[in-house]
């Protein structure tokens, strides 16, 4: 197919900056470049039709983390590293509700908890000291005196079986993943983002002072700039990257009368997680039960996980109930040695914002603003 003079000159015309990934990050980089200057002529290509990695196929959490997850991060990265990520993650937060009104995108400030059975490693007094210490640490975060509080009197409330301690924490929630992208697509193309979608990079090269950049369409796309927001993806590009692809299986229950459940939920250090979608209950997680083959891009569906996450449906959250799996799939999130996400110009005009750690929703707004100032 012959390229005319029209679409030479306009889509596929040389831009300052070129994204490539229209996840969340991407989105939010472009939002906050244009924010910065809106003459910046930006260009977001996706291999996709619509963004397929995580960001349209996680749980549609709306949090900065857990009290287990915080006290392990600060044990493995240290506190300083761990207190830098909450910070992020609750300004991208507040950055979302800012930029959005809430209805747009189903954002519900619902509460976030997190739940210990009774043979938990952790004895109570040993969680109730983590927890008042966390608080004092993320007083000056968040601006509360308890962060995190005790809420095992909602046990019952909440519908929850063979749970004997719950934390929780009434500044998380959740909101509709699909929504927020398109909300955030409309946004950027609004402000005169062009967005090419079915295009594959198959590699790039500096050309005097351009990166060109190499398709599976047989085009060639021109930027004096490009950033690689593919997540999980990345090393595809940029093999050299610390970043470990990491699947997430979900599934969706059918709608259950006077569900109980409200709220998003952790358990098991955070590799379950559930919440209620309306009056349905969304399950993820599991990929402890079989890491090495959860290390993968492939998004599909196993039989082992999907088990594992029926199991744990019918043992602790809907014992007794009729319902029917109606939904299934899985998404890739970006791990590495690190939580800290990886925003750095690897090569002269080439910059990346990748490894989120599975919690691009609340990470993105923070490096889409950290994106635009190194790349202006």
């Known amino acids: 197919m012959q390229i005319s003079i029209w679409e030479k000159e306009s889509f596929y ?18 939002w906050h470049l244009k924010k910065k200057d809106p003459k910046i002529s930006i260009a977001i290509i996706d291999r996709g039709i619509i963004p397929t990695g995580a960001s349209t196929r996680n749980a549609g959490f709306a949090c900065f983390g857990s009290v287990t997850e915080l006290v392990e991060d600060a044990s493995r990265f240290g506190e300083d590293n761990m207190l830098q990520l909450v910070e992020m993650r609750y300004k991208g937060l507040q950055r979302i509700r800012k930029v959005f009104k809430e209805p747009a995108i189903d954002f519900e400030l619902c509460g976030g908890y997190e739940l210990f059975p009774p043979n938990h490693t952790r004895q109570r007094s ?24 005790d809420a095992s009197k909602k046990i019952n409330e909440l519908g929850l079986h063979h749970v004997d301690y719950l934390i929780e924490n009434k500044l998380e929630g959740y909101l509709h993943s699909g929504k927020l992208c398109q909300a955030l697509l409309q946004e950027v193309q609004g402000m005169g983002v062009t967005v090419l979608n079915a295009i594959e990079i198959s590699g790039f090269e500096k050309v005097d002072d351009n990166v060109v950049l190499y398709t599976n369409q047989l085009i060639h796309l021109k930027a004096k700039q490009i950033l690689i927001c593919t997540n999980a993806f990345a090393r595809q590009l940029l093999p050299d990257l610390n970043i470990v692809p990491a699947r997430g299986q979900v599934l969706v229950t059918s709608p259950i009368d006077d569900l109980p459940l409200k709220g998003t939920f952790h358990y098991d250090a955070g590799y379950y997680y559930f919440r209620n979608l309306g009056n349905r209950v969304l399950l993820g997680g599991a990929r402890n039960k079989a890491f090495e083959e959860e290390e993968t891009t492939e998004l599909e569906i196993t039989e082992k996980i999907q088990q594992e996450l029926e199991h744990f449906l019918s043992t ?36 990346c914002a990748v490894r989120m750690s599975g919690m691009g929703v609340a990470l993105s707004p923070v490096i889409g603003e950290q994106v635009s100032k190194m790349l202006t």
């Open 126 to 149: 040993e969680l109730e000291h983590e927890t008042e210490r966390l608080n004092k640490l993320l007083h000056d975060i968040t601006g509360k005196k308890r962060t995190f509080k």
């Open 316 to 351: 602790h959250i809907l014992p007794g109930y009729k319902y029917q799996i109606t939904d299934r799939w899985s998404g890739i999130m970006g791990m590495g040695n690190e939580k800290l996400p990886i925003v750095k110009e690897v090569s002269s005009g080439v910059f």
């Open 13 to 30: 015309a040389p831009k300052d900056v070129i994204i490539v990934g229209s996840g969340l990050v991407g989105l939010w980089c472009a």
